[in-house]
T-cell receptor, first 114, second 116 residues
Framework: GNSVTQMEGPVTLSEEAFLTINCTYTATGYPSLFWYVQYPGEGLQLLLK?????DKGSNKGFEATYRKETTSFHLEKGSVQVSDSAVYFC?????????????FGQGTILTVHP | GAVVSQHPSRVICKSGTSVKIECRSL??????MFWYRQFPKQSLMLMAT?????????EQGVEKDKFLINHASLTLSTLTVTSAHPEDSSFYIC????????????FGPGTRLTVL
């Protein structure tokens, strides 16, 4: 099945700093790629996604580009805010006959200080 | 947007008792739901796929008799942790595919289980 490796954290930044969280994947074919975010005390929410190579997903100032050459989907934000403090998960479909299943990276805890 | 709820949000129980966790899709029907387990500072581990009207499909290494799953209707799936032990303490999360295809999942807020 498909797999994903995510940059380990935790990551601590000051407000307005630049953020990069690395994500690389191994997959059969070219599946959709996702970033999910989990705010403290809440469930996972889809942050952004890309469905094909060279697509750029974006939302709330976050961006990630589907790079098939490097099998990567790194998450970036130019200027983080305190409210971005959360856990971020890279994910993709599990593959094979696993209809609807997702495989997640290990999660990266981001803490942003004022 | 689509919403998935879980109940209870937190539960504390004694070792040896059984605990039921409900997962509901509030404004859409879900013939399939997924149950995940999340350990502290770790990723989500898929436990099983809940199928409406048929048996659940469990991932390798997950005990079927310990984690009973019932998908009673198109909007409700339940996970029962039977004879719970402290090692079952964890954060349990359910999800359901959304309107826009199986690649889009809506997640419940999770249930924190603590077994004393």
């Amino acid at each position: 099945g498909n797999s994903v490796t995510q940059m380990e954290g935790p990551v601590t930044l000051s407000e307005e700093a630049f953020l990069t969280i690395n994500c690389t994947y191994t997959a059969t074919g070219y599946p959709s790629l996702f970033w999910y975010v989990q705010y403290p005390g809440e469930g996972l929410q889809l942050l952004l996604k890309a469905t094909k190579a060279d697509d750029k997903g974006s939302n709330k100032g976050f961006e990630a580009t589907y790079r098939k050459e490097t099998t990567s989907f790194h998450l970036e934000k130019g200027s983080v805010q305190v409210s971005d403090s959360a856990v971020y998960f890279c994910a993709l479909p599990a593959g094979g006959t696993s209809y609807g299943k997702l495989t997640f990276g290990q999660g990266t805890i981001l803490t942003v200080h004022p | 947007g689509a919403v998935v709820s879980q109940h209870p949000s937190r539960v504390i129980c004694k070792s040896g008792t059984s605990v039921k966790i409900e997962c509901r899709s509030l404004d859409f029907q879900a013939t399939t739901m997924f149950w995940y387990r999340q350990f502290p500072k770790q990723s989500l581990m898929l436990m099983a796929t809940s199928n409406e009207g048929s048996k659940a499909t469990y991932e390798q290494g997950v005990e079927k008799d310990k984690f009973l799953i019932n998908h009673a209707s198109l909007t409700l799936s339940t996970l029962t942790v039977t004879s719970a032990h402290p090692e079952d303490s964890s954060f349990y999360i359910c999800s359901a595919p959304g309107h826009y295809g199986p690649d889009t999942q809506y997640f419940g807020p999770g249930t924190r289980l603590t077994v004393l």
